[in-house]
């Protein structure tokens, strides 16, 4: 599989950097059952080819990042509840086992099902104008997958407010700095780029040690603190000295300063 024939997306891989864009703003940017299917091919993509050192996801657009899942055409479920799936479990990198860093690049509205994403992100940037919030209650719906996953990146009280206030409310990208949800507010102009830019350094590290840090500090969050510092040794031991023999620490640079 390569980088062609996807219709929800645009996807291109240059320079170790898989940058891809939601395509679908008629609709938002939502998720229907195509994408699902693409994302699902996309992390597979990403985990098994070596040329993929980090991603980035961002969206075509002017008005949405994305409103989550696309409630005039949607997408097949089972009948059985005990057959239902989780579209997370396509639009998750880390459910997926892919541990190439994930940044996103966000504007506009980012709502609902879009938070899959952010949930499982590395690094998330946003534009000045983006807005953050969950309808489901507001429609009388349970929001619990989407809330769960938030609830490990910002404080639960963030969490309780946005997902009871539904519509009536939208959470700001400064508040989201605020609270330490995105790491960085730019001119939306500026956000393409930066992202790009962030991507481009991760990109020149050594790809073992970076997804060995990556994979430790997600899966220490299923992890008592003992149990996570002992797992956490033990990927130093397997990932350093594979990594160590891709850098010359003599030759480390950073904006012109030597780190030695």
């Known amino acids: 599989m390569g980088v062609e024939g996807f219709e929800t997306v645009e996807v291109a891989l240059s320079d170790h950097v898989l940058t891809i864009t939601l395509n679908r703003p008629e609709a ?8 699902l299917d693409e994302f699902k091919r996309l992390w597979d993509f990403a985990a098994t080819t070596d040329d993929v050192h980090v991603m980035v996801l961002r969206a075509n657009g002017d008005r949405a990042f994305s409103t989550g899942v696309d409630v005039k055409e949607g997408f097949e479920l089972h009948q059985n509840p005990f057959s239902r ?3 997370g479990v396509y639009l998750s990198p880390k459910l997926n086992r892919c541990w190439k860093p994930l940044i996103c690049a966000v504007h506009g509205m980012v709502a609902g099902g879009a938070l899959y994403w952010l949930n499982e992100a ?39 407010r946005m997902t009871l206030l ?7 990208a400064r508040r989201a700095h605020e609270i330490g949800f995105v ?4 001119p ?11 991507a481009e350094r991760i990109a020149a590290k050594p790809p073992v040690a970076v997804q060995g840090s990556v994979r430790a500090i997600w899966e220490s969050l299923d992890a008592t603190r003992s149990h996570a510092l002992a797992t956490g040794l033990s990927y130093t031991d397997i990932g ?8 010359s620490r003599g030759e480390v640079r950073h904006d012109g300063f030597d780190v030695r």
């Open 188 to 198: 939306r102009d500026r956000l393409w780029g930066r992202a790009a830019q962030l």
């Open 166 to 172: 539904g519509l009536d409310e939208r959470m700001s």
């Open 122 to 160: 590395d690094i998330i940037i946003a534009a000045d104008d983006a807005q953050f919030f969950d309808p489901h209650v507001s429609y009388g719906l349970v929001a619990a997958l989407e809330p769960i996953g938030l609830v490990r990146r910002i404080p639960i009280g963030e969490v309780l």
């Open 240 to 247: 350093n000295p594979i990594s160590t023999q891709q850098v």
């Open 85 to 87: 799936v989780d579209p």
């Open 28 to 35: 938002l940017n939502s998720f229907n059952g195509a994408m």
């Open 183 to 186: 790491t960085e507010v730019l």
